[in-house]
């Protein structure tokens, strides 16, 4: 039986504990699984008897998150994981996003405890009208007297949203049998053995976060979790508590390898021993080249293997893993010309050292369990070294996302995902070079085009405020680029592009977006209005690339 | 009790902290401004920030304070009334 209650409870041993370094803590799993009975009954007390049926987490990582996972799951029901929000950018557009994700789920319930402040969880109430908001800090209530779960394999166990979307949010669909298969699919793709614990910090609401967790602890293993903030604040302190704890394997995305070699260059503490760090598994974001070759550089001298550093590539579509090396292998790179990486191109193989080269990481084979290929929108297959979209099809892949229909549902005719991710297979490990998809990946969080033009468009000031927005990666970093319509000129249009590119972190938080006033009637369009987005990519390189933006 | 001299001392520190973390000098901060809208700005050089104005005034700024829209100068004054209490 493919039940993520029953998979967890299967696979705990006595000495599987969810460690929390910071707090000085370690739980047994078989005392989490007996503190979510209690926590069941009370939240079917709090609903009076009512059964939930999709229930929102909301809160810091720690123990409750993963109790509250293993209540819902209890009750066979559907957990629905919400983000927190966004530092300094304020309750208004956070609350919105969270009622979208609410409407669009059905939302019943949604459990939280102290970690979220009194002050958010008053005002979800008042913008979740009828949905019963359930603090889980306290487990005393009386445990659940009835049969164990019983929910179908083809039941939903989790459904994961996208991040960043103003306009529609898109729900994966994950059913308990889905999970089941990505989650062995980590753990075998990963080499594990019984001596392997996750640890993390990166947020539990992320895929990444929830189903390395809960892959590990399906295989009984122990687990250490830390908060984002532990790991923001002192990174090297972080660090320092990784290497001293049980934890052997940790998934981040590139940035988080970037920012410990930022922070190393004011002091690394002496003693600080890397050499228990089986796999620094690197995804959810596009992996750079030079991370890696700092961090192991840099790390290297503290006893880092050479064959910790492990690119991989997935998505919550897949219930996280879709390719990755070898666990005991060395990542690769390859070196190929910047200009011929779209779709159907060959790829053309440089020097490094030539001007037009771009080093692209390679992200290892598909995983146990998941198909692969790269191909046209029609399926067809592409040969090696030849750019196209991977698409996938396995049992740990989603049927697609909550309410969307069918012909919006991002299959090809005979079935397989298309992940809107272009890359090309050498050898037959995976090299992803770029998107078909109008989205940038910041700090492991998707950002949609259409949802800054959407952001944008509605500047007030008057005017249409006509925009296109370009995700543009110069192979060191991604941003947004945005062309701004206007028949404003000089310090007006300017001090416009300014107001947009406020609103566009008020809404997002996201910093990566460079807003480009240009004259009305700029922007170029098909006879029906809609924009050409390729065409518009052109205009910015050629004629707009190097002036005067405001970021 | 905190006096004007406490909070302009105050947001002298938050400044100097947000500009060193987003490469500006301190002049480009506008102390009115909401502190996501300074330019390449984001959620983790804002906690560097953080973590530097903890150290100097030794407080503790509680997370869900984060989760407000504060300008600078709600923050600065926000980190007077901890560090007077201290």
Known sequence: MAHLWHLIAAAVRQDTFLHLPMQNQRVGLDEILERAERTAGQLLAARRGKEPRRVGILMANGEAWLRGLLTVARLDATVVPLPLPVSFAGYEEYLRHIQRIAVDSALDTVVVDTTLGGALTRRLGHVLPGVDIVDITEYDGAPLRRPAPSAGDDDLAVIQYTSGSTSAAKGVMLTHRNVSAGLSAVTDALGWTDGDAFGLWIPLFHDMGLFSLLSGLARGSSACLWRPSDFVRKPITWLRSFAESPATVQPAPNFCYDYLVAAAGSGIPSGLDLSRWRLACNGAEPVRHVTLEWFQDIFGRHGLRDSALHPVYGMAEATLIVTGPAPSGVWTSMSVDRDQLGLGERVRTLPSSDPNARNVVGCGRAVPGIQLRVANAAGEPYAEGVVGEVQITGTAVTSGYLGLARDRQPFTDDGWLRTGDLAFLRAGELHVVGRLKDMIIIRGQNYYAEDIEEIVATTPGGGQRRNVAIPWDDGDRERMVVLLETSLTGAAALELAAAARDRVAMHTGMPAVDIVPVPLATIPRTTSGKVRRQAAIRLYQDRYQYRRVVQ | ?86
Do not use: N, W
């Not at chain 2, 938050?14 to 002049?27: D, H, M, R």
């Not at chain 2, 829209?69 to 209490?85: D, I, K, P, Q, Y």
């Open chain 2, 1 to 86: 009790m905190t006096t004007t001299s406490d909070h302009t001392a105050c947001l002298d520190v938050v400044i100097e902290a947000l500009a060193a973390q987003t490469g500006l000098t301190p002049q480009q901060i506008d102390p009115d401004q909401t502190i996501v809208t300074i330019p390449e700005i984001e959620s983790i050089k804002v906690l560097r920030a953080i973590v530097e104005i903890e150290q100097y005034f030794a407080i503790a700024i509680p997370d869900d304070f984060l989760f407000e829209a504060a300008t600078v100068r709600g923050l600065a004054e926000f980190v007077a009334s901890l560090a007077a209490r201290t």
